[in-house]
């Protein structure tokens, strides 16, 4: 698999700039770029990224989008007076052009397709574009919105063209709706495009009745345009991570793509004059973090929007920073979702439902349906703004771009922790060394007397030999290394996966950790005692457990899916959603007998869980199995995007299961809530 991160930057796409007055257009300035670029330098981002020069896209390359004619009016932008450009961008919405405009437009494309030769070669495993002018508001014929080419629409028109690429996923995160790549690709079965944006009911820019969520594309693209209209301001992390867990990433997974392009707009972000949305620069790391598991990691962001200069800036270099595979902060804020974006994803859902597979055994009274009045907000929901989250008298615009300010500057500071030196340890017998990543580091005895003391004291009936001790004793040295940031991740091997797993939660309580959830993959062969709180137990197991659920211990009945079609609900329905509503402080990830996830399905849960607690994992294995523990040594070194199965044939008991499990606990963990059928009271 491809390694790196490409990075396209060129100082001239800033020279592109507004020469007259317009309080509509005076927000797209140079600095957008030359900041980014700054803020990456200044973390060091730059020297680890891998350097690719732009050039400029051909008349070829730019009609594979746009009519000849089209490009031939920007062409001439090019020797215009100011008087004669003023004139020339009255033509279009919200569009201005500059002697270099042209230049710069066709270095924006170029840039975008060198980043695409960069990942469809091979070259690197992932990579971003930062461009001006932004892309894709432009159509066939029009500027729009800032934008002259489509970027990100040529990208994707290429990658077919020339890689031969059937399925490309666009990704579009601005928070103005692209509608320019919503036309262009709107009878495309072979290019699904995803859009949320700003909407308030078609009351906001560029107030298209097609923005809407009923346009799901036509002919042969029909269900291949995916929008999800905001109709208020001020959506959180949680509103976003809803709807990536909730629509987005099961569809896309169906979709199955070959590459991913996002219109990367940080406009959707907080402090964005434009957008009013609420998103903390740590939640572009968590969607661009789902999004490399996709296409085998080709993964192509490209710059669209993005006003503050400061949020977008810092949301750039998470991005990059994830790219680049570091650990993500965990996501801040309350993670439950607002009321209206519950409304807009059960409307999307309605609306898709006849045309994927993982949507079609939803539920879903339409809304229309449901008395409307009583989704009116009332008292006992917070109205939604921008700034109430962090500014709640916030006035004048500078005055709010200034107090976004300084809240970054405290929040990256928070969020942004020195990182472990290494990065997974790994505690084998001494045969199956050889066939994991050279890159791990391998303990083969860190316990101490003392570790070896608490192993007896815990378990002293079933430390009978002196091997297990030893394994044991490991096992909590290594824990111990987790816990202390020495190293982020860990991997043992242990004959007892049920003992170590309670040893290794009993552990955690003594080193005083908040939250630790616990997945356990298999059948557990004895009663883990759980502080509550403290520990959240999962357990995914082919057998029925007489238990009732609880919040914080829930076992899941789960049927062997050899083709594991279901698995992409039990994940994005159920665990992970769970997952981000605990927040945990650590994972301990166990695959014990008879686990039923097989050797595709483990990787998988332990590389999205990576999202989490900072990507501090113990996974504790029972079964030698080479293949698997090659394969999770690798996921947790970061070498590896392990595939979903393909959607066929679909286990009922599996969907009935996630839909019980999800109408019991949502309540509870209220990132699990993805539809407005809950009644009001319950909320
Ligand atoms: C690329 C982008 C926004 C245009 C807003 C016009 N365009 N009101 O964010
Ligand atoms: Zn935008």
């Known amino acids: 698999m491809a390694s790196g991160t490409a990075l396209l930057y060129d100082d001239e796409m800033t020279s592109h700039k507004l020469l007259w007055e317009d309080s509509v257009c005076d927000i797209e ?44 009016i920007v062409e001439k932008t090019q020797k215009m007076s100011k008087e004669e450009l003023q004139k020339a961008s009255a033509n279009y919405d919200a569009v201005f052009f500059h002697p270099t405009t042209y230049r710069c437009a066709k270095l924006a494309v170029g840039a975008t397709l060198q980043l695409v030769d960069a990942v469809m070669s091979g070259t690197t495993r992932n990579g971003m574009a930062l461009v001006r002018p932004p892309g894709h508001h432009s159509q066939r014929s029009a500027a729009n919105g800032f934008c002259v080419f489509n970027n990100v629409a040529i990208a994707a028109k290429y990658a077919q063209q020339k890689y031969g690429v059937q399925r490309v996923l666009i990704v579009d995160w601005d928070v103005h709706h692209g509608q320019g790549i919503q036309y ?32 799901v594309g036509h002919g042969k693209g029909e269900g291949f345009n995916i929008n999800v209209p905001w109709n208020k301001v001020g959506m959180k992390n949680s509103d976003y991570l809803a709807v990536f867990l909730h629509v987005l990433l099961p569809v896309a997974f169906e979709f199955d793509p070959e590459l991913v392009l996002i219109s990367a707009g940080y406009d959707s972000g907080i402090g964005d004059p434009e957008g009013q949305m609420s998103a903390t620069p740590e939640c572009f790391a968590h969607l661009t973090h789902f999004l490399m598991h996709l296409a085998k990691g080709k993964l192509c962001v490209v710059l669209e929007g993005g006003y503050h200069l400061r949020s977008l800036s810092e949301s750039v270099c998470m991005t990059i920073k994830t790219l680049l595979g570091d ?37 879903l009274t339409p809304l229309k349906e449901l008395s409307t009045k009583l989704y009116q907000p009332e008292d006992g929901e917070a109205v939604q703004t921008s700034i109430s989250l962090w500014n709640p008298t916030g006035k004048t615009n500078s005055d709010e771009a200034a107090e976004t300010d300084k809240f970054l500057e405290l929040h990256m500071k928070e969020i942004l922790s020195p990182e472990p030196s290494a ?8 045969r199956n060394a050889e066939m994991l990543p050279s890159s791990v580091q391998i303990e083969t005895n860190g316990e101490t007397e003392e570790l070896k003391g608490l192993v007896c004291e815990f378990a002293a009936e079933f430390v009978k030999e002196d091997k297990i001790l030893n394994v044991l004793g490991n096992m909590l040295a290594i824990l111990e290394k987790i816990v202390k940031k020495k190293v982020t991740s860990g991997l043992v091997v242990s004959p007892e996966a049920s003992l170590s797993s309670a040893l290794a939660l009993k552990h955690c ?69 769970v997952a981000y509503s605990y927040q945990p402080d650590l994972m301990i990830i166990t695959v014990g007998s008879n686990q039923i996830l097989g050797t595709n399905g483990i990787p998988l849960l332990i590389s999205f869980l990576q ?31 392990p595939c979903f199965g393909t959607c066929t044939a679909v286990l009922q008991e599996n969907i009935q299961m996630v839909k019980e499990l999800q109408e019991q606990l949502q309540q509870e963990w209220k990132m699990l809530q993805c539809s407005v059928n809950v009644s009001k009271s319950e909320r």
């Open 611 to 641: 999202g989490l607690a900072q990507s501090r994992i113990l996974a504790l294995i029972q079964d030698t199995e080479a293949q698997l523990l090659e394969a999770l040594a690798k996921t947790l070194m970061g070498d590896f995007t």
């Open 184 to 215: 262009i690709f709107e009878e495309d079965p072979s290019v699904l495009y995803f859009s949320w944006h700003r909407f308030e009911h078609q009351r906001y820019w560029p107030c298209l009745r097609e923005s809407d969520y009923d346009v």
């Open 509 to 577: 309580c003594n080193l005083r950790l908040q939250k630790v959830l616990c997945i356990f993959v298999g059948e557990m062969d004895m009663k883990i005692d759980l502080d509550d709180g403290k520990v959240c137990l999962i357990n995914i197991c082919g057998k029925q457990c007489e238990q009732a659920n609880t919040k914080y211990s829930i076992s899941l009945n789960w049927k062997e899916d050899a083709e594991g079609s279901t698995f992409s609900s039990l994940l994005f329905g159920f665990i992970l959603p």
């Open 29 to 72: 300035i140079p600095e957008r770029l030359s900041s980014c670029y700054e803020n990456l330098k200044h973390y060091n981002l730059v020297e680890r990224c891998l350097s690719v020069p732009v050039r400029e896209g051909t008349e070829e390359e730019i009609t594979l989008v746009h009519s000849l004619d089209y490009l031939e």
């Open 327 to 363: 650990p993500l902060p965990s996501l801040s804020g309350e993670m439950k979702p607002c009321l209206s974006a519950l409304e807009s994803m059960h409307d999307v859902k309605a609306a898709h439902k006849p045309y994927w597979k993982c949507l079609s055994f939803e539920d």
């Open 423 to 430: 990065k997974t340890v790994v505690a084998v017998a001494a």
